[in-house]
């Protein structure tokens, strides 16, 4: 199909994620703009604007297209520069950029040249960063991955194995002119040529920045009950060239803080060198010639100990130590203690240094920071994002299975804790972890006011957004409005969303939910009696994705702009969608339910491996990491032939076998997760492979006699289709909570559009959303039968509304805010009032909503948005209430 181009004026504003300039002049940013049907068919014509309407350099490129070929998204990219207050995309052509990246290409290696430094990459070896240079002098060298292993999970084993990351290939994703990025591929080797840990590493790069991005992403692979993580870190080699007192080491502590040391100071000495001495010292200037020094002090330095080694330890949330000594073997002298370190260290001399820092550093706790052999000529800097002062990664299954060998055990102690249990399902084996790290090379020490900047941007990385004015317009990613308080009935549900999303951003603090494998995820339900999530109970701990909570946080942030819902919603696509989704082994492609342990329920299923879940931080941002974790899903649906998800409680379980040609495949949970997969593919990549089994399996359901009501259909592999005989009528409650509304809402979109041809596609769906919560009359009359499986009301209080908007029918608008004031599962009135806990009923201060659990949080969130998107016209009606 195609269009004719749209030639209406594009413009998008972009506004800082903050509403403030960063502190940091730009290391470049990227950000990715919205476009309806038709409108842009080539993102090279498009330009950006400042503030003041002057054009600023730019690179756009197509992240996503629609159906007629023209851009649905685009990327842009800024170079380093000052910022400006705001930005606006339109049409036309911006200026050349002064400066450019240039990566050329050897046998051996990638050089990526910023124009404010010279990165060498290495195409195998144990190197990623074979070199570092600013101004032709080398400032780092060898940056490569180091890890070590142990075959028990007590502290301080005897025989720690020690492995090293080894490149297997490297690849230039992207070429200038403002951004460059390569990607690295490889695993860690051990000693004996084990092989494992896989790694993926993005190296960005913007036009005049020093600083460049490091996205670290690992699979670990390894068996839980042998292999016990004791290390993983990125580290650099950093050549030292000046006497030891012009030698500088900075690392960051809490809010902004740094600790400014020399290997050898010159301050605090019995006798003074003077005050222009000490002054250039702790600014990391060049000291006078040591002639030039008081009191003999220059003679007499040779007695003033040098300083070989540094350590900065985060073990949790709330602490952290420094420590130094003088040489291996020489005990550690306490230097300093704090709360939350910003997870920056630096290390150099007047004649060049490097600065690496870790984003979530506390967060990703136990983390560290290492200098060492600073009174070397090549001294190291280690960023750890695993400590090997910490207790070795433990990932074993939490509890012995407590005697449940079959179905009905299971079943049964589901009934108590909530806990999907099956022998062997509760493995670690194939989740991945994600770091985003800083790199900033200097031609000298620079002033620490300079690093507590970097140190800033890392942690809180510059973030630009189209408006959400902008992002409505362009009507994407379901449906939501703007923000509207005129209307007092409007205005307190409106109330309501700020609540929710102000009550999880606190309690993100206050219950610590952070550390390596948890930070970005949530609580799933709460146990009052002890003031405390559950996060013991079963099925009642992580949240995992349950009930939508990743769209409930992006619709937010969409509608609102608000910075604290764009953040939440980032570290949690960042975790789901590595954490809690297996991208190797036999279950790749799968992601795993609730659980105390993010890995150990046995519900193992295409609902939380969803690309539903992950496309509003690629569309958002261009992130290249979110967009691999998409695209190696377009298989997943031969996951149905390796695993059953509903194998415990399905009626024919006793026959069931699947087969090839005739997967049970659900209509809900099940085909919304590869429709949205194969949506992502084809809007990529152009898959044509993806769209056909979208399109048809679209076409499959509006053909099948109770369309969506059927429930289940049976798949075939190999032609992505459905059989369409099956008539029956089957109901759960689950099947439209897991993106199922957003994917349908954009797919009736595109058919509206004359984009995707569909018959009966949008008429089953409108049935669904119609009859879900009809009277049992009206269902019997049109399916023969009133489904059992009719639950979470106020949740699908928002399929009603939709049927309401496209029918124009008021009375099912009505029973949809009648639906909707009903409530969730356990919400009242305290879901939505805080209540401050205090010592000695807990360890400390804490706000608690009593019947708030994580499931309401987020459908609520998601019905009160589209129900106001769509019916709020009929909120406050008489038949309304």
Same mark, same amino acid.
């Given at each position: ?75 842009? +990219? ?169 030698? =500088? ?100 001399? !007047? ?22 052999? +600073? ?110 308080? !005129? ?43 002890? =003031? ?40 949690? !696509? ?23 342990? =993010? ?80 949506? +992502? ?134 029973? +949809? ?65």
């Amino acid at each position: 199909m195609t269009t004719t181009p749209n030639t209406n004026p594009v413009d998008v504003p972009l506004r800082w994620l903050d509403d403030a300039l960063p502190d940091l002049a730009l290391a470049g940013v990227t950000c990715g703009v919205p476009f309806t049907p038709g409108t842009v068919t080539d993102p090279a014509d498009l330009a950006v604007l400042d503030a003041s309407g002057a054009p600023v350099p730019a690179q756009t490129w197509r992240l996503a297209a629609w159906p007629d070929g023209s851009v649905k998204w685009a990327g842009v +990219a800024l170079g380093a520069s000052e910022p400006a207050d705001g930005y606006r995309v339109v049409r036309g052509t911006g200026p050349a950029p002064a400066t450019r990246v240039r990566v050329t290409e050897h046998p051996d290696t990638v050089e990526v040249d910023t124009g404010a430094a010279r990165i060498v990459l290495s195409r195998n070896g144990t190197d990623l960063v074979r070199s570092i240079l600013v101004g032709g002098a080398e400032v780092a060298s060898s940056g490569r991955l180091v890890s070590s292993r142990q075959d028990r999970p007590e502290p301080d084993v005897p025989g720690r194995v020690h492995a090293a990351g080894h490149v297997r290939g490297c690849e230039v994703e992207q070429v200038g002119p403002l951004r460059a990025v390569v990607r690295v591929t490889g695993v860690h080797i051990e000693p004996d040529g084990r092989e494992w840990l896989p790694f993926t590493v993005r190296l960005v790069f913007a036009a005049g920045a020093a600083t460049f991005r490091v996205v670290h992403s690992f699979v670990w692979d390894g068996d839980p009950d042998r292999d016990f993580l004791s290390s993983l870190g990125l580290r650099f080699t950093v050549p030292l060239r000046a006497a030891p007192h012009d030698r =500088h080491v900075r690392i960051a502590g809490a809010e902004g803080g740094f600790l400014r040391e020399a290997v050898r100071g010159l301050t605090g000495l019995r006798r003074d060198p003077g005050a222009e001495v000490r002054a250039a010292q702790l600014d990391g200037r060049p000291t006078p010639d040591p002639s030039t020094w008081d009191r003999d002090v220059a003679r007499l330095s040779r007695w003033v100990p040098t300083w070989s080694d540094y350590t900065l330890r985060q073990p949790n949330a709330n602490g952290f130590a420094i420590r130094k000594r003088t040489a291996p073997g020489r005990p550690w002298i306490d230097v300093a203690q704090g709360t939350r370190a910003d997870g920056l260290a630096y290390l150099g001399d !007047t004649g060049g240094g490097l600065a690496v820092g870790l984003s979530g550093f506390w967060q990703s706790h136990p983390t560290g920071l290492d200098v060492r052999g +600073a009174d070397s000529d090549a001294a190291t800097l280690t960023t750890w994002l695993w400590s090997p002062d910490a207790e070795p990664m433990d990932l074993r299954f939490y509890h012995d299975g407590l005697g449940q060998e079959d179905y009905a055990d299971q079943l049964d102690a589901l009934e108590i804790t909530y806990e999907d249990y099956e022998p062997g399902f509760g493995t670690a084996h194939g989740i991945g972890r994600t770091h985003e790290l800083t790199v900033t090379p200097f031609a000298a020490t620079p002033p620490v006011a300079e690093l507590a900047r970097i140190a800033r941007g890392t942690a809180l990385r510059p973030q630009l957004a189209p408006a959400p004015e902008a992002l409505h317009a362009a009507r994407v990613l379901g449906d939501w409005d703007l923000p509207d308080r !005129t209307d007092p009935r409007r205005a307190a549900l409106e109330d309501r969303l700020d609540f929710l999303l102000d009550f999880y951003a606190g309690q993100v603090d206050q219950r610590s939910w952070c550390g390596f494998w948890n930070y970005g995820d949530v609580m799933h339900a709460y146990d009052a009696d002890r =003031h405390t999530w559950r996060y013991d109970v079963g099925g009642y701990a992580w949240d995992n994705s349950e009930l939508s909570p990743d769209l409930w946080l992006w619709t937010s942030f969409l509608r609102t702009g608000r910075a604290d819902a764009y953040r939440l919603a980032e570290r949690m !696509t960042r975790h789901t969608g590595d954490v809690d989704v297996y991208h190797a082994g036999p279950w790749q492609g799968l992601g795993t339910r609730h659980n105390v342990q =993010h890995w150990g329920c046995s519900a193992k299923q295409v609902r939380i491996s969803t690309p539903a879940y992950r496309r509003a931080h690629y569309f958002l941002t261009g992130d290249e990491h979110t967009r691999d974790l998409m695209l190696e899903l377009r298989d997943s649906d031969a996951a149905f032939l390796a695993l059953d998800p509903t194998r415990k409680v399905r009626a024919d379980a006793a026959t069931y076998r699947p087969e090839r040609r005739a997967l049970a495949v659900g209509l809900g949970t099940d085909w919304s997760a590869l429709a949205a997969t194969w949506l +992502a593919d084809w809007e990529i990549t152009g898959s044509e492979r993806s769209r056909d089994r979208l399109v048809g399996t679209m076409r499959d359901i509006g053909a099948l006699p109770k369309g969506f009501f059927t429930g289940e259909a049976l798949y075939d592999l190999d032609t992505g289709r459905f059989d369409t005989a099956r008539d029956r009528v089957s109901v759960s409650h689950l099947s439209a909570v897991f993106g199922l509304v957003e994917v349908c809402s954009e797919l009736v979109s595109l058919i509206d559009a004359g984009l995707v041809d569909a018959p009966g596609f949008r008429d089953a769906w409108l049935a669904y959303c119609r009859l879900y919560l009809a009277d049992p009359e009206v269902q019997r009359a049109e399916l023969g039968v009133a489904p059992d499986g009719v639950h979470l009301e106020q949740a699908h209080s928002r399929l009603t509304a939709y049927a309401a908007d496209r029918l124009g029918d008021d009375a099912l608008a009505d029973r +949809a805010w009648r639906a909707y004031f009903a409530g969730g599962e356990f919400m009242g009135e305290d879901a939505f009032r805080a209540v401050r806990i205090l010592p000695p009923e807990v360890l400390s201060p804490v706000d608690e909503a009593r019947t708030l659990s994580t499931n309401d949080a987020a459908q609520c969130g998601l019905a009160t948005i589209q129900n106001l998107a769509l019916i709020g016209m009929r909120l406050g009606t008489p038949e309304a209430e």
